[in-house]
């Protein structure tokens, strides 16, 4: 089975700071790694993904997403947070042979200006 | 490009009501899913279809959950009779094959 840790319900980072959103992850063979981001009242907005290739993968709006095949982790960065930035972000995993996403519960992110 | 559009956005309902919520998904995307997200939690699959066909409704609860995406476009999901634990947000995504999915705003459902 597959699943998704993401250890913190909240993050609260003040504007400007760097921002990191922890999601480790489980996965039979190699995984694809997503990260999602959902305001309030609004759908999943994507932000990257992790297929192959180069463990620093970049994204939308300024987040990168370090995979690290060893520790099993693919955690969400942004070297400066917007107050905009707060949201409800997502990690989600798949195998390679399955199209089904597993999703963390989810991490709060507050960026305070 | 449109994104994934999906209607209404909310829905109040008393229980043992039924209900129906439809999704249009992107131009060109075959596989269309259903999810159920509650308050706090990540969503969960409930069907995948690739074009017409339901080719994952493992998670799907059949006695009151049905759906259907005639001619591999629109989809429906439908609910008889709602329960009170079916409050939840029902979220449609759609992708191209083995791609990430583009989710809809979902349609927040409350039943009373």
């Known amino acids: 089975a597959q699943s998704v840790a993401q250890p913190e319900d909240q993050v609260n980072v003040a504007e400007g700071n760097p921002l990191t959103v922890k999601c480790t992850y489980s996965v039979s063979g190699n995984p694809y790694l997503f990260w999602y981001v959902q305001y309030p009242n609004r759908g999943l907005q994507f932000l990257l993904k992790y297929i192959t290739g180069d463990n620093l993968v970049k994204g939308s709006y300024g987040f990168e997403a370090e995979f690290n095949k060893s520790q099993t982790s693919f955690h969400l960065k942004k070297p400066s947070a917007l107050v905009s930035d707060s949201a409800l972000y997502f990690c989600a995993v798949r195998s390679i042979n399955d199209y089904k996403l597993s999703f963390g519960a989810g991490t709060t992110v507050t960026v305070r200006a | 490009e449109a994104g994934v559009v999906q209607s209404p956005r909310y829905k109040i309902i008393e229980k043992k009501q039924p209900v129906a919520f439809w999704c249009n998904p992107i131009?060109?995307?075959?596989?269309l899913y259903w999810y159920l997200q509650n308050l706090g939690q990540g969503p969960e699959l409930l069907i995948r279809?690739?074009?017409?066909?339901?080719?994952?409704d493992s998670q799907l609860p059949k006695d009151r959950f049905s759906a259907e995406r005639l001619k591999g476009v629109d989809s429906t999901l439908k609910i008889q009779p709602a329960e009170l634990g079916d409050s939840a947000v029902y979220l449609c995504?759609?992708?191209?094959?083995?791609?990430?999915?583009?989710f809809g705003p979902g349609t927040r459902l409350t039943v009373l």
């Open positions: 995504a759609s992708s191209l094959p083995g791609s990430e999915q583009f």
């Open positions: 279809y690739e074009n017409e066909e339901a080719v994952d």
């Open positions: 131009s060109g995307h075959n596989t």
